[in-house]
């Protein structure tokens, strides 16, 4: 049977008010385990070191209080289980939703204080729990020891880039961790993720085109690209073509476009990519793609002019 429920001891209490109550001391290793006068630089390290100790346990930890000196440092802080506290038993009429995580009075807690020598020191260390700790299978989803490493956030991009789905992210990082007990997160962390990101871009979207486009023009001076605003400072349309394309269309001449599509992205414009033929009867992408509001019309004479002025522009 897996479990790491920690040794149990019954607690000294009033047996007529809480007769049942019992405590857990976590097993661990004592390199791992905190202890009072233990010496931190910061409260990053202290908060590192306290979570760390609390994964190999079992639990979850979480920032209780603090005090401030008057010049604003912080001289105290406090560190407590998850599942510290309890519930208020109030009812106020308004139905909230129900969460994963309980409130079991626990009162496990690690406090350090401002040291006169710089850094700080653990004055007071509560080890006991007063509930069993979680079994190392399921502690990846205790929430303090979840968190999307920079290398993930980079891979979920990339295959955000290539319209992976984001369950389908998580299985692919859950592949490669060897399960999804090593990824270190869940996949409701992932459409978080996700969705913080697209909100922190929301309304932004249109300089990093413009910035993607000027990027590319400083690596080929051979791309061109063209982009109209409104007097919202809205794009209403965009074009742009790369040297390669603008080699083919010399050789090749006549383009088509096809495949147009509209309200099938979240800026209801119509993307039309341009398409050719070349001397072997065979379709090829010419790498150019304007994207029109709907009042434009699909075969817009700009895009034309522009592919024809890009060829006739190019030396070789």
């Known amino acids: ?3 790491n429920n920690g040794i149990l001891l019954p607690m000294e209490t009033d047996p007529e008010t809480n007769p049942s109550v019992s405590i857990f001391y976590p097993q661990v290793i004592g390199d791992l385990t905190p202890f009072q006068g233990q010496q931190f630089e910061t409260l990053e390290e202290v908060y590192d070191f306290y979570n760390q100790y609390a994964r190999e346990a079992g639990f979850s930890v979480r920032s209780y209080s603090s005090k401030k000196s008057k010049d604003g440092e912080v001289i105290r802080k406090e560190y407590v289980c998850n599942k510290e506290g309890s519930w208020s038993t109030e ?3 308004v139905v909230k939703r129900r969460r994963g995580v309980g409130r079991e009075s626990c009162k496990a807690r690690l406090v350090v204080v401002k040291s006169k020598y710089g850094g700080y020191v653990v004055t007071i260390f509560e080890e006991a729990h007063s509930h069993p700790m979680t ?7 205790l929430k303090s020891h ?3 490493s920079g290398v993930n956030q980079l891979v979920a991009q990339q295959l955000i880039s290539v319209n992976v789905s984001t369950h389908q992210q998580y299985d692919i990082l859950a592949t490669q961790a060897g399960g999804i007990e090593n990824v270190g997160f869940t996949q409701q962390d992932m459409y978080n993720s996700n969705r913080d990101r697209r909100m922190k871009i929301k309304g932004h979207d249109g300089e990093m085109l413009f910035d993607h486009f000027m990027n590319e023009q400083e690596k080929n001076p051979g791309f061109i690209f063209k982009v109209e605003t409104n007097i919202e400072h809205k794009i209403t349309r965009c ?3 790369d040297a390669i394309s603008r080699q083919s269309y010399k050789f090749y001449g006549d383009a088509v476009i096809f495949d147009t599509t509209y309200n099938t992205n979240r800026y209801c414009m119509i993307f039309a990519p341009i398409m ?3 001397k072997y009867g065979q379709t ?3 790498r150019n793609c304007p994207m029109l509001q709907k009042s434009s019309s699909i075969v817009d004479k700009d895009a034309f002019n522009g592919m024809d002025n890009s060829s006739s522009s190019q030396d070789d």
Do not use: C, Y
């Open 146 to 148: 979840r968190r999307i």
């Open 1 to 3: 049977m897996e479990a």
């Open 276 to 278: 050719g033929v070349n």
């Open 91 to 93: 009812t106020s009429g």
């Open 284 to 286: 090829h992408d010419k």
């Open 135 to 141: 079994t190392p299978r399921r502690r990846h989803l």
């Open 239 to 241: 074009f742009w073509v």
